[in-house]
C-alpha cells in the first residue's frame, strides 16, 4: 500500500439567476503531497495573492458596478409575487415571529448598559437590550414582508426610531477601542465593530424593503435611517484606515489578530454601501476599499483553506467571506467570480472537514463540541465550488433544522439569501459525506475515521500549530476521541465571554490551560502561550489500514519547564479499531513530576491497575453504551479522577453537569523516558 507522508443592474435582477449551480460533481481528491518542517510559515511572509483585485484587475470597477439605483437583487415588500410564493409554513413561522415582536415593550437602554461592561467585565446582561430590540426590528420587518397588510409598520417605526436615537451602535465589549476608551461611548468618534456593522445592515435592508411604507408614515424616517448609516458606517468606513480589522499595511495591530471581524463587518458594510450611497463614484471607491480590506483576510489564511477560530466561528470566517463575493457577484453582474480559486474552495471544504458527527465538530480553540452550522450558506458553498460533499453537509443539516419550515437565523442579508433560494435546497439530496482522512498541512490539523462515510469505531483529532491563534487555547498538541460518533476524550470548549477571555488574564482561565487539555503537565509547568510556542518536527502519514501522526511540543511550554524535546506520537489502527498514544521525552535536568491529564464527559470505572473504561452513552435503545479501554503502563503511572463540576451554561448545555479529569502521573519520573497509553473498544 502507498504511504502518504507529509513533513509538515437591472429589476427583476433575484439571486435566483445568480445563485442556480447544476455543475459536475468534484472528484474526491485521493491523496495529498507536501512537504513540511515546522509549523507553516504564514502567508505574510509569502507574495500576496490579492485574489479579488486581481479577479477585477480587467476590469474597472465603477464600470462594472450596478448602479445604486438600478441595483435591485431582492423584491421588496411592495412587490408581492415571489413573497406570496414563499412556501406557507416557512411564511406563518416569520409572520409568527413578527406578531410576538408586536406585543414588545421597548426597554430603554441606559447608560448602566455600558458602563455595566467597563465595571464587571460581564458582557451577557449587557449585550441582551441591544441584541432583543435588533432582532425585534428583524422580525418585524420579516413578517411585513411576507404578510404585506401594514400590520407591522408602526412597530418597525418604534424600533427603528430607538436605533437611530441610540448615541452608539457599538457593543459594550467593543467600545474601548475609541479614543476615550472603555465606558461610555463618545458619540463624536464612531467606531465600527460587528454590532454596529450588523445594526447598519439591518437598517439598510429595512431601508431597502419597507422604505416606501416607512415613508407613508413620515418621510423624516427613511432619511433619518440613511443619515444614520452614512454617520456611522459608511463615512468612517471610507475616512478611516485606522481600525485594527482592516489590517492597513504598517499599522500597530497590538494583540489582534486578523479574524472573523473582517468579512464579518466587511459583508454588512458592503450590503449598505450598495443599498444606500447614490453617489456612484463614492459608492465605487467603497467597494474597491472593502475589496483590498478582504484581500488582506485572504492573504493571510493558510492554502489549506483552516480556519483557526474553529468551526463555531467558520459562519462569520470563511461563511462572512462568501456572503461577501455574492453580494459582489450580484452587485456586478457576475463579473467577480472567484469560485475557481484553490484557496475559495479550500476554505469552504473546511466545515466539512472539521466535522466529526451529527452535531459534533473538531473544536480547538474557543469553538463549542456542539454547533448548528449555517446550512444553506454551506449548501450554496458547496454549489458554487462545484463539492457535492460541501452541499450534501448543508443539506443534511437544513433537514436536521427543518429550516425549511422554521426558518433561519442570522443578518437580513442572510434572511435573504435563503429566502429567495429555496429551489436549492430542495433540489439538493441531504448525502452527507464522511471523510475518512482530513489533513490540513498548514494548519497541522488532521482527522481520521475507521472508515468512509461511518461514525462506527473511533474518530480521531489531533492538531500541532501553535499558541498565538486567533481565540488560542494553550493546546498545541491535544487531541480528541470519539467512539461510534460520540464523545470519549474532548476539548472542553469555552465558558461564555467576559472582560477576562480577552485580556492579559485569559489563561488564568481554566478552559484555556493546558493541563485541562489532553495534555502532560511537566514539572508543573503548563504550556504557554505565544507563536514561539509552537510544534516542530510534524510528520502525518496515512494508510488504508492505519494512520499516524507525530510532533515534538517541546517548545510549547516555557523555558523553565527544562524540556528539550517531547515526541508525541498518535498511531491509530483502523484494522484493530485500537489508537496509541506514545510520549517519549528528554529533560534538562532530573525529573520532578510528569502527570497526563485526560478530560471526559464519560463516566470513568477504575478496573484493574493498568486499565480503566469509559463509559460511553449512544443514545441507543438497543445499545445504550459502548466501553473504551484506556491501557496503560500500571507500574509507570498512577490514574487519579477529578470531578470538574460546570457552572457555565454554555458548557452545561454540551457537557451537562460536569466533566471527568483523569490525570496519570508518571510514579517515579526519569530524565529520559515515556509511557504508552492505548484506547480500545475491545476489553480484553
Known amino acids: 500500500m502507498t504511504s502518504i507522508v507529509f513533513f509538515h443592474d437591472h429589476k427583476e435582477q433575484y439571486p435566483l439567476k445568480h445563485c442556480r449551480h447544476r455543475g459536475r460533481t468534484l472528484a474526491v481528491r485521493a491523496s495529498l503531497s507536501i512537504l513540511l518542517c515546522g509549523f507553516a510559515l504564514s502567508t505574510s511572509s509569502a507574495q500576496p495573492r490579492n485574489i479579488l483585485a486581481t479577479a477585477l484587475s480587467q476590469f474597472d470597477i465603477k464600470n462594472v458596478l450596478v448602479s445604486q439605483k438600478r441595483w435591485h437583487p431582492f423584491p421588496n415588500a411592495s412587490e408581492r409575487d415571489l413573497w406570496e410564493k414563499l412556501p406557507p409554513a416557512l411564511r406563518q413561522q416569520y409572520i409568527k415571529r413578527g406578531e410576538a415582536a408586536l406585543t414588545y415593550t421597548w426597554p430603554s437602554l441606559m447608560a448602566s448598559v455600558y458602563l455595566d461592561y467597563a465595571r464587571t467585565g460581564n458582557r451577557q446582561n449587557n449585550e441582551r437590550v441591544p441584541s432583543e430590540r435588533r432582532q425585534k426590528v428583524l422580525d418585524l420587518v420579516l413578517a411585513e414582508c411576507v404578510e404585506g397588510k401594514g400590520r407591522f409598520i408602526d412597530q418597525i417605526v418604534s424600533g427603528v426610531w430607538l436605533l437611530c436615537e441610540e448615541t452608539s451602535w457599538v457593543g459594550p465589549a467593543h467600545i474601548s477601542e475609541q479614543k476615550a476608551g472603555s465606558g461610555l461611548p463618545d458619540k463624536s468618534e464612531p467606531i465600527i465593530d460587528l454590532v454596529s456593522a450588523e445594526t447598519g445592515n439591518l437598517l439598510a435592508w429595512t431601508y431597502y424593503l419597507v422604505g416606501d411604507q416607512l415613508d407613508t408614515v413620515s418621510p423624516l424616517i427613511p432619511r433619518r435611517i440613511k443619515s444614520e448609516i452614512?454617520?456611522?458606517?459608511?463615512?468612517?468606513?471610507?475616512?478611516r484606515d485606522d481600525f485594527w480589522w482592516m489590517w492597513t499595511p504598517g499599522q500597530v495591530r497590538a494583540a489582534h489578530h486578523i479574524n472573523n471581524w473582517t468579512p464579518w463587518i466587511s459583508s454588512n458594510w458592503l450590503a449598505a454601501a450598495l443599498i444606500l450611497e447614490d453617489r456612484d463614484e463614492v459608492r465605487a471607491t467603497t467597494v474597491s476599499k472593502i475589496i483590498k480590506v478582504l484581500d488582506r483576510f485572504l492573504?493571510?489564511?493558510?492554502d489549506d483553506g483552516g480556519c483557526d477560530e474553529g468551526p463555531s466561528y467558520w459562519g462569520h470566517a470563511g461563511g462572512s467571506?462568501?456572503?461577501?463575493?455574492?453580494?459582489?457577484?450580484?452587485a456586478t453582474n457576475d463579473r467577480i467570480d472567484v469560485y475557481k480559486n484553490p484557496l475559495i474552495q479550500e476554505m469552504g471544504r473546511y466545515?466539512?472537514?472539521?466535522?466529526?458527527?451529527?452535531?459534533?465538530?473538531m473544536n480547538f480553540g474557543d469553538a463549542p463540541a456542539k454547533i448548528n452550522i449555517q446550512a444553506e450558506l454551506v449548501l450554496r458553498y458547496g454549489l458554487k465550488i462545484h463539492d457535492q460533499n460541501l452541499a450534501g453537509l448543508g443539506a443534511t443539516a437544513a433537514e436536521q433544522q427543518k429550516i425549511m419550515e422554521s426558518g433561519i437565523?442570522?443578518?437580513?442579508?442572510?434572511?435573504?439569501l435563503f429566502l429567495f433560494n429555496l429551489d436549492l435546497l430542495k433540489e439538493q439530496s441531504a448525502k452527507e459525506t464522511l471523510l475518512k482522512d482530513v489533513w490540513l498541512p498548514q494548519s497541522e490539523v488532521m482527522v481520521a475515521r475507521e472508515a468512509q462515510n461511518s461514525t462506527k469505531g473511533f474518530t480521531l483529532a489531533a492538531q500541532g500549530g501553535h499558541n498565538e491563534q486567533s481565540h488560542n487555547h494553550n493546546d498545541v498538541g491535544s487531541f480528541m476521541l470519539y467512539a461510534d460518533g460520540e464523545p470519549v476524550l474532548v476539548d472542553v470548549g469555552v465558558e461564555a465571554y467576559t472582560?477576562?477571555?480577552f485580556s492579559s488574564?485569559?489563561?488564568d482561565i481554566w478552559t484555556m490551560q493546558s493541563a485541562y487539555h489532553n495534555l502532560p503537565t511537566v514539572n508543573g509547568y503548563m504550556q504557554s502561550a505565544g507563536k514561539q510556542s509552537a510544534a516542530r518536527d510534524v510528520q502525518y502519514q496515512s494508510w488504508q489500514d492505519s494512520v499516524s501522526f507525530s510532533l515534538d511540543i517541546a517548545r510549547a511550554y516555557p523555558a523553565a519547564a527544562k524540556i528539550s524535546k517531547w515526541n508525541r506520537t498518535f498511531h491509530f489502527d483502523r484494522k484493530n479499531g485500537t489508537m496509541n498514544l506514545a510520549d517519549e521525552y528528554q529533560l534538562d535536568t532530573d525529573a520532578k513530576d510528569i502527570a497526563l491529564s485526560l478530560m471526559t464527559p464519560c463516566q470513568v470505572i477504575r478496573s484493574e491497575s493498568d486499565r480503566l473504561v469509559l463509559r460511553v452513552n449512544t443514545k441507543q435503545p438497543q445499545q445504550p453504551f459502548v466501553d473504551i479501554v484506556i491501557r496503560f503502563e500500571g507500574g509507570k503511572l498512577i490514574p487519579t479522577i477529578e470531578t470538574i463540576p460546570l457552572q457555565d451554561n454554555r458548557l452545561r448545555r454540551i457537557w451537562g453537569d460536569n466533566l471527568q479529569?483523569?490525570?496519570l502521573k508518571v510514579k517515579s519520573p526519569k530524565q529520559h523516558d515515556g509511557y504508552t497509553v492505548t484506547f480500545s473498544k475491545k476489553a480484553e
Open 230 to 239: 452614512m454617520e456611522r458606517i459608511l463615512k468612517p468606513g471610507l475616512e
Open 299 to 302: 492573504n493571510f489564511y493558510p
Open 321 to 330: 467571506l462568501f456572503e461577501n463575493l455574492e453580494l459582489l457577484s450580484i
Open 351 to 361: 466545515i466539512q472537514r472539521a466535522h466529526i458527527a451529527d452535531t459534533y465538530y
Open 409 to 416: 437565523s442570522g443578518s437580513l442579508t442572510r434572511q435573504l
Open 499 to 501: 472582560a477576562k477571555t
Open 505 to 507: 488574564e485569559r489563561y
Open 661 to 663: 479529569r483523569i490525570i
